[in-house]
């Protein structure tokens, strides 16, 4: 385990060996105006009322003290010392009697009962026609919140071996300490939204000085799965639509090779971009999320289902 900043987010790549630093941005965002150092407080703000309503005002305040807080309350857009919440969860621990696991999968698990306070949990009933295309949806929804949040470093979620009975989750953060929150808040969301019961395993633990990367394994009825299977065969025939037409459609649409270079580009990234095509997608773009090594290999594996966001970098 390597004690470098984003050591994790952006590793060497194993085919080249190589560092692709290059397309991980997310190590410049948190080096930026120490934005690492501090985090909103919608989250804790959400654990502080999980514990007054489950433990009592009193226990409450015994375990702000005990944690050392100063705060006696937070708001949702105020940014907080980063370990708040690592340090509320050891209090708890130690005054409740219960296991840090357990404590954070209860905050993980509550969130989601709280933000419909704030009518968030609209955003989340409309982020997935299944569980598995909520999960892909994640990136774009802590995206989204970017317009309130503005500041937000936020996690980084996407799904590989898909199958009938569940998936695998990747779960990659600039923090440590919040696993069993995610498996809190998915066994959550799961029961509400999609009145599934989701069985959750760690298959890979992985933490450097600054960050995580989490694979977790998702045992669920995987309908979406089973939905992309069954339209495959009528898809292929259905949808068929000549390459210009498709090319006109789309503006901003970019088609490339496996050694990445750009064969063709839409109207819009023309305009942006002169002499798009004579570049390699590598030298123009930089993947933001989901966060991994941008490659065709990595592309065709991982990312056949997820939105990628990729900005320019081209000047
Ligand atoms: C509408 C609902 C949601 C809102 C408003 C929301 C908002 C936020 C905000 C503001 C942060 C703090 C980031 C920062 O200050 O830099 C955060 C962090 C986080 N969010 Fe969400 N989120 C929502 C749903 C979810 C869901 C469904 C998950 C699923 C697991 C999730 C997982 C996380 C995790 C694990 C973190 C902790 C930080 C980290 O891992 O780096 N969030 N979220």
Not at 36 to 45: A, S
Not at 68 to 89: A, N, P, Q
Request: contains cysteine; aromatic residues 12%.
């Amino acid at each position: 385990m390597s004690d470098e900043i984003g050591s994790t987010l952006c590793p060497v790549s194993e085919e080249t060996g190589e560092d692709d630093t290059k397309i991980c941005p997310i190590k410049e965002e948190i080096d930026k105006d120490g934005r690492k150092d501090k985090m909103y407080g919608i989250i804790i703000q959400a654990i502080v009322i999980y514990l007054q309503e489950t433990y009592g005002e009193e226990t409450w305040e015994a375990i702000r003290q005990r944690a050392g807080i100063e705060e006696h309350s937070f708001s949702l857009h105020e940014r907080y010392k980063e370990d708040t919440i690592v340090r509320i969860c050891d209090a708890a621990s130690r005054l409740i009697g219960v296991d840090r696991s357990t404590i954070m999968n209860s905050f993980g698990d509550s969130f989601v009962a709280y933000v419909s306070k704030y009518n968030y949990d609209r955003i989340l009933k409309v982020l997935g026609r299944n569980l598995r295309d909520f999960l892909n949806g994640l990136d774009n929804l802590h995206e989204y919140l970017r317009f309130s949040y503005q500041n937000i470093v936020p996690p980084s979620f996407f799904c590989e071996n898909e199958h009938k009975m569940g998936l695998h989750l990747h779960y990659r953060s600039s923090r440590k300490g919040f696993v069993h929150y995610v498996i809190g808040q998915i066994k959550a969301v799961g029961k509400t939204f999609y009145d599934t019961d989701i069985d959750v395993k760690i298959i890979k633990h992985e933490e450097s000085a600054d960050s995580s990367h989490v694979i977790f394994d998702l045992r669920f009825q995987n309908e979406g799965f089973d939905t992309q299977v069954n339209n495959k065969i009528d898809d292929k025939d259905q949808f068929k639509v000549p390459a210009y037409f498709f090319r006109n459609l789309f503006p901003f649409h970019i088609q490339f090779k496996k050694n990445m270079d750009i064969v063709s580009a839409g109207s819009g990234l023309r305009a942006i971009i002169p002499n798009i095509t004579s570049k390699n997608l590598l030298d123009v773009f930089i993947l933001r999320k989901p966060v991994f090594q941008f490659n065709w290999k990595n592309k065709t594996r991982k990312a056949k289902k997820i939105m990628n966001s990729a900005v320019p970098i081209y000047t």
